[in-house]
């Protein structure tokens, strides 16, 4: 029976309960969290699982093509453990053949693996491609959630959001050109009562970087009026930090040390924390890196105590670049995220797999699923498809193919391929990479990675908003640390309204953390509490925040939250510890080792990057492309 308190939450709405996934339950447990692995990071062979991933935890997907993927399925996640738990190392012998040879095989079809068999296409045309995908759609973590709200078509990403336009001449990440993507956006105006409102284009810009340019609010939850407007512009004095932290925020932000930047200075940021820059060598208090805490672990899964300062540096923190003199370019952001990206991949690698020609078309033409794997294309994309095995065939200098065994459908089947790019994960890589070599395993084992989960709510209208008069917010108790409302960009008859009165998403980035522990038991234990909890509890307590928040101003969540899409990733991000970038003691960048192929083997993947972005994943792809056709073609 549904309490009282729920109902007024709107727990009992049916919208929030369509489109569930409807498959069986599947049991994980602590294989998603403990090592389950041996010296070097191999995999060995537990698989004792006590989670329940089901269409409960899983919850609605809205509506469209992406509905059936959002964040992590059931039935991937239940494969990618039976893979750590080592099921398939025998299994995998006993493969259905199928006869299938290819010139590149691609693991991975996010940006890393579609850039890939863009690249080995433009350059060997006659050459044929497989890309195996585990997921139901392309993309990776560039997908977008698709809302219909009293009959607006309203869209938010469910990961992978934002771009910056390259030029003309940008180099080996710049497809722009290539894939015939405009390089110039216009973006509907707040109307109504809402005019003149400043709204971000994207979900980071505005946390930091060009905060002072749009309508923040700062949610302070024990405090008679809690919401501060304009922190950094004129509402500092009025935040509840005492006067040591406000002056501490004002140095920090007007601190500059560019101009002392040298190589050698990089190799030592890249040595201690971004905790210990903070406060051991500016002397700031700990408030100044907890708020900052959340900021980066948006960005890199952890925060300033699990994070090399490099990173701090090359994010262009406060600390390192006075804050008045960020660049005033804007991150650019289609209406799903980068789901407009890997669609204009997908179109230019297969013309049939998406209808239309126009830019509108592209971003919203159905996909045609039952084109992208058919033999006479010359690129196939296989989806739902998780490999389990790639393993040279042949000894030393000797190897003449690679095989690959995958799973689909309950099924097992392998095929072969003169040449393969590992465009997936590296805690997925270093365990279906049977010959990975030694050295290879010991620098993985550098790479940490962390969950972050996304929340797409769909609004009947922002009212409570434009009362407020506030686009986006940040808090630091409770479910999240931001939320925010972006501006549509302005895409033919598919525009979204931007009116208080009409629909909207509102989009959460919830980076899962744990300060003090390791990178490594941050990442397991946050892993876990994303498999532990179910949509319900999660949806309860986004519901919890957004009335503590908002009510005052009129928010009403049975009247006002039309639906709520959950995206978990599990290995959202990388976090760079210490010596990632440089190296430690001396040695080789762990980057750098795996970056090199071995055999007919080359991993391309957006990790080696230090963080996940679009176009330096695309550049790691075309990368790991190069260095084999050197070799092989």
Known sequence: MTSKYEKELGMDKSITRRDFFIGSSLILGSAAIGSGRDVYGQPNSRGDYSFNVDSDWYGPGGIGDYKQSHGNTPELIKTAHEIRAGRFNTEAEYAVDSGEEYDLVVVGGGFSGLSAAY???????????????????????????????????????????????????????????????????????????????????????????????????????????????????????????????RDAFTYVRSFDRRETDTPETERWLDSITLKSYYEDELGLPPEVTSYYDPIMASIIGLGCDATSAYWGKYFEMPGF?????YDETLLQSFPGGNAGIARHFVKKLNPEAISG????????????????????????????????????????????????????????????????????????????????????????????????????????????????????????????????????????????????????????????YKPGLTRKEQGAMGRAEILGTTFADYERQIREQMVMMFSDAGFDPVKDIAGIILNRWGHAYVNPGLGFRFGANGETAPPDIIRKPYGRIAIGHSELRGHQYWSGAAGEGRRAVESLIDQYF
């Open 357 to 512: 020609t126009s830019f509108e078309e592209i971003l919203f033409g159905k996909i045609a699923f039952n084109k992208l794997d058919e033999e006479s294309k010359p690129v196939r994309i296989r989806l739902n498809s998780t490999v389990v095995s790639v393993k040279h065939e042949g000894q030393g200098k000797k190897h003449e193919r690679v095989k690959i065994v995958y799973s689909k459908d309950g099924q097992l089947s392998q095929l072969n391929a003169k040449t393969v790019v590992m465009a997936s994960g590296g805690w997925v890589n270093r365990h279906i990479l049977k010959d990975l070599p030694q050295n290879y395993h010991r620098a993985y084992s550098y790479f940490g990675h962390s969950p972050v989960l996304v929340a797409n709510v769909a609004l009947t209208n922002w009212r409570f908003l434009q009362r407020l008069g506030v686009s986006s917010a940040i808090w630091s108790k409770g479910f999240g640390f931001s939320c925010n409302i972006r501006r549509p960009m302005i895409v033919g008859d598919q525009s979204q309204p931007l009116h208080p009165d009409k629909p909207i998403v509102m989009t959460f980035y919830a980076p899962i």
């Open 321 to 325: 670049y006075k804050t008045s003199e």
């Open 119 to 245: 690249h080995f296409n433009r350059l060997n045309p006659s050459g044929r491609i497989l890309i195996l995908d585990n997921h139901p759609i392309f993309g990776g973590e560039a997908k977008r959630n698709d809302f219909n709200v009293n009959g607006y078509h309203i869209s938010g990403p469910q990961g992978s959001n934002d771009f910056g336009i390259p030029t003309i001449n940008g180099g080996p990440d710049d497809y722009f050109s290539a894939l015939n993507m405009p390089r110039e956006f216009k973006y509907i105006e707040p109307g109504g009562s809402a005019a003149g409102m400043r709204i971000p284009l994207d979900n980071y810009d505005w946390m930091t970087w060009q905060e002072r340019r749009f309508d923040v609010g700062h949610f302070f939850q024990d405090e008679a009026n809690p919401w501060v407007k304009d922190v950094w512009n004129k509402g500092l004095n009025s935040t509840p930090w005492n006067k040591e932290t």
